[in-house]
């Protein structure tokens, strides 16, 4: 079982059930092998979005398909990436040829099935925890194959191997090995160390990227030859102009919207005064407890304020926060 760190038990992406078989998945003969068990399984991909079970709207569901089932599917040139073994089912994931998301469902309801293929963020909190890390580890995965069909060094084509989870450049003068990769970022909630008037207050922001009535925890990419800790300095300086007393690290989740990594903290402050850099941000605000259990959902129209995604970490840090003063 996955460790998961207290406090964040019910995070969306977490609790991996796979065996990934990383030293395995090195051998080609390995792989071939996989794929020609009959108990061998395929969770289709179409561009960024992954295929649900709509069967039940209020809970959506994984579809692992039967390997022969689709087989002719993912032959043309769509080399299918080896995910893991669940139990002793080897699981594969690949990309659906489809012009446009009608004719992607459309292949889905040819196979008889009460799916499409949906943004994972928008079904993220109804999966159960271990169906929502194996989609969201399928969805980074091809991602990351879409963005590396070519080499970055001479520009010749790139080919799968070692079950997807490499792209070698077919030029034999150059070779370049290409390896998946995230982007490390930080997220934090700042508090208040010594409020003038005793009421705890943590420090949410609006960036152009989040609806008008949405705020949410601060956040942003670490930048070479910097730690953890500096990242969360920097950027709460940078975004609202505050100086942290400390940051300490909390918890993680892998965030595949295209290809992060996020680290988790909670910080502290004595400083009260705001300076927005509108570059970075639209608005940042201090929050009682009080006014943040007025906020409501974020796909909530009727809502004025309202809170990140229930499946982000940001949502867990403030929740968190929220609980600690309860």
């Not at 078989?21 to 390995?30: D, G, I, L, P, Y």
Request: charged content about 25%.
């Amino acid at each position: 079982m996955p460790l998961v760190k207290d406090g964040f038990e019910n995070l969306s992406y977490i609790r991996m059930p796979l065996n990934r078989h990383s030293a395995e998945r090195e051998r080609t003969e390995w792989i071939t092998q996989q794929l020609l068990n009959p108990s061998a399984l395929f969770l289709p991909i179409w561009k960024h979005l992954n295929l649900t079970d709509i069967s039940r709207p209020e809970k959506p569901g994984l579809f692992l398909l039967e390997m022969p089932r689709v087989r002719s599917d993912f032959d043309n040139g769509k080399y299918p990436v080896y995910l893991g073994h669940l139990g002793n089912d080897p699981v594969f994931s690949a990309g659906i040829d489809a012009d446009d998301e009608t004719a992607a469902n459309n292949w889905a309801a040819g196979l008889g099935l009460s799916a499409r293929f949906v943004d994972l963020r928008h079904i993220g909190p109804l999966l159960k925890q271990q169906e929502s890390a194996i989609m969201a580890y399928a969805r980074g995965l091809h991602y990351w194959h879409s963005q590396n069909g070519h080499c970055s060094r001479c520009g010749t084509h790139n080919e799968s191997r070692r079950g997807g989870h490499v792209r070698i450049c077919m030029n034999a003068d150059c070779g370049r090995e290409a390896y998946p990769h995230i982007n490390p970022a930080v997220i934090m909630l700042v508090e208040q160390a010594r409020p003038n008037d005793g009421i705890p207050r943590c420090l949410l922001g609006r960036h152009s990227g989040l609806p008008k009535k949405v705020y949410s925890t601060l956040a942003g990419y670490v930048d070479p030859g910097e730690t953890l800790e500096e990242a969360v300095a920097r950027e709460v300086l940078e975004e609202a102009g505050i100086h942290i007393d400390d940051a300490h690290y909390l918890a993680s989740q892998p965030w595949p919207f295209p290809s992060s990594m996020m680290f988790g903290f909670h910080a502290t402050t004595s400083q009260s005064r705001i300076s927005v850099d509108n570059d970075e941000l639209e608005d940042a605000q201090w929050f009682t407890r009080e006014e943040l259990l007025g906020f409501g959902e974020y796909d909530d129209p009727d809502s004025t304020l309202a809170l990140p995604r229930r499946d982000s970490i940001a949502r867990n840090l403030i929740n968190l926060w929220i609980d600690k003063y309860g």
